[in-house]
């Protein structure tokens, strides 16, 4: 079983879908994260969430919502999407704290199309 | 701000050839992390340094923390044909700031 596992890994959704992806990870870490990678552009970091509360949030839409009911779990809920919001979307997890704290671990993502 | 400049942005090597990429801020940065993507996966972590000048490898990589904190490099010797990816910078300080990647590609 992988450290980080997210599903699904295929995702195409309309305009006016409600859709959830989820992440779970088994590597007992305290701090979770959500990042967009769309085609040739960097790694953007959505949301963070240490010891299961949102620290960050980089100025991102409200038509994503995160949630994270415990530290093993991770949820980006999907609302009224643009067809620019088109990308694979990739769980991390991390300890979160001490000499290794920033060691961050990734899913295998979600490849998500808004058509 | 604390974007990462990563160069070169694609690499088209000779297999057994040696490979350098580099990675540079304006910003200073506590870790600097190397991960590798293959296509349809996410980032596997690579390498992590911790401190201004570490010099370290993980078999046929090595990587280094510069001593400004403002830049980092990747090296791979004897490159074999799955070395093929893409390999991504990060800085980390509050939070972890990702370079564009550098695609290499190996030829038999």
């Known amino acids: 079983e992988t450290g980080v596992t997210q599903t699904p890994r295929h995702l195409v959704m309309g305009m006016t879908n409600k859709k959830s992806l989820k992440c779970e990870q088994h590597?007992?870490?305290?701090?979770m994260y959500w990042y967009k990678q769309s085609a040739k552009k960097p790694l953007e970091l959505m949301f963070v969430?240490?010891?299961?509360?949102?620290?960050e949030n980089n100025s991102v839409p409200s038509r994503f919502s995160p949630e994270c009911p415990n530290s093993s779990h991770l949820f980006l809920h999907l609302h009224t999407l643009q067809p620019e919001d088109s990308a694979l979307y990739l769980c991390?997890?991390?300890?979160?704290?001490?000499?290794?704290?920033?060691?961050?671990?990734f899913g295998q993502g979600t490849r998500l199309t808004v058509v | 701000g604390q974007q990462l400049n990563q160069s070169p942005q694609s690499m088209f090597i000779q297999e057994g050839e040696d490979v350098s990429m580099n990675c540079t801020s304006s910003?200073?940065?506590?870790?600097w992390l190397w991960y590798k993507q293959d296509p349809g996966e996410g980032p596997v972590l690579l390498i992590a340094?911790?401190?201004?000048?570490e010099l370290t490898s993980n078999g046929r990589l090595t990587a280094q923390f510069g001593i400004t904190r403002k830049d980092s490099f990747l090296n791979i010797s004897a490159s074999i044909p799955s070395d093929v990816g893409i390999y991504f910078c990060?800085?980390?300080?509050?939070?972890?700031?990702f370079g564009a990647g550098t695609r290499l590609t190996v030829k038999p």
């Open positions: 991390a997890s991390s300890q979160g704290e001490g000499p290794w704290g920033t060691e961050a671990f």
């Open positions: 590597l007992g870490h305290n701090a």
């Open positions: 969430y240490n010891f299961k509360e949102q620290t």
């Open positions: 910003s200073i940065f506590n870790t």
């Open positions: 340094l911790y401190k201004a000048g």
């Open positions: 990060a800085g980390h300080n509050n939070d972890m700031r």
